[in-house]
């Protein structure tokens, strides 16, 4: 009798962490990706500035701010 307690308290200790490490697996690789998303989408607006400053000498009229997107096809 005492066997088989301890056999299924570890079946279901066992059960729970692998489960657990499933959930924090797909927990993690959401919040890769939206960190890989998050870093193109800077990279893209850095490079936009770079190109923008570069063509516009008078930087009088400037008043901030930038808007990136995914097309698909890259950031933009």
Not at 23 to 40: F, M, V
């Amino acid at each position: 009798m005492k066997k088989n307690l301890v056999i299924s308290f570890l079946y279901i200790v066992a059960n729970q962490a692998i489960a657990q490490h499933r959930n924090i697996a797909k927990i993690t690789d959401s919040l890769q990706a939206e960190g890989k998303t998050l870093y193109k989408s800077e990279m893209a607006s850095w490079y936009g500035t770079d190109v923008f400053l570069e063509k516009c000498k008078s930087r009088v009229s400037l008043s901030g701010g930038y808007l990136s997107y995914d097309t698909g096809m890259g950031m933009t």
